[in-house]
């Protein structure tokens, strides 16, 4: 392993925690959204490598479906990762909280920050993972990367069957909203105490530090970190990719 991967000059070293166990049923039948191809590569792998890109980050954490860490592992030994970046898979568990509870565990001693990502955010740029890490660094006990809403929200009394007509109950000020990416990132003590305090299901993992009262902070988000949860997310994931390696050469 390089020097790249020694701890950062705060002392502060960082893991990234990825659960990828999820079925991606908005995709379609088929392989596991994590493992649908991006420009003949699978998304986790797009988002191992989007965390590894980092170089303060030195551990990367893929929590697999719980039958699947085999495959993922093999999957992940098959393409080019970066060597200052040690990987780990884990078997995850029923749903997200528990998975990257199972991720947490799985951090070694030493670890101070840790980041959760979507898999299905395969294209999130370096420069916003560093900027979450750095919030963190500043003292922050959660951060989350957001975007402003380009569309005006409408909050709704949900209809008793789909399709029916929703009555609006209220217009937030979409000036105070925003649109929440990940990677999130925490003081690892404080996520390891929302996942023990915190036992409801909940969305996401800064939801739970909330829960603690303990403050979470918005840095910018990036276009390019979109969720990729339906077959035309895949076709402007798919755009992405084709403008990088035209002006990237990769």
Not at 53 to 74: M, N, Q, Y
Not at 165 to 177: D, I, K, S
Not at 228 to 246: K, N, Q, Y
């Amino acid at each position: 392993m390089s020097d790249d991967s020694r701890p950062t000059p705060s002392g502060a070293r960082t893991a990234a925690v990825i659960p990828a166990a999820g079925r991606g049923v908005r995709l379609g039948p088929g392989a596991p959204k994590a493992l649908r191809t991006l420009n003949g590569t699978p998304m986790l792998i797009h988002a191992v490598r989007a965390m590894a890109a980092s170089r303060a980050v030195s551990l990367v954490v893929v929590v697999a479906p719980p039958d699947g860490a085999a495959e993922v592992k093999t999957l992940l030994d098959a393409h080019a990762l970066p060597e200052r970046t040690d990987i780990l898979v884990v078997p995850g568990g029923e749903s997200r909280q528990e998975s990257v509870r199972i991720g947490l565990d799985a951090l070694p001693p030493g670890i101070d920050i840790v980041l959760v990502h979507d898999a299905a955010r395969p294209l999130v740029p370096v420069d916003t993972v560093d900027a979450v890490i750095e919030a963190v660094r500043d003292g922050a006990p959660a951060v989350v990367p957001a975007l402003p809403l380009a569309d005006t929200v409408k909050q709704v009394e949900p209809a008793g069957a789909p399709g029916e007509p929703e009555p609006v109950v209220a217009t937030p000020e979409r000036a105070r909203l925003r649109a929440v990416q990940t990677p999130q990132g925490f003081d690892r003590d404080t996520l390891v105490r929302a996942h023990e305090t915190v036992t409801e299901n909940v969305t996401d993992d800064a939801s739970m530090v909330e829960q603690l009262g303990l403050r979470v902070v918005v840095v910018p988000g990036h276009e390019e970190a979109f969720k990729v949860t339906r077959p035309l997310d895949l076709v402007l994931a798919e755009a992405v990719l084709a403008r990088r390696r035209l002006n990237d050469g990769f």
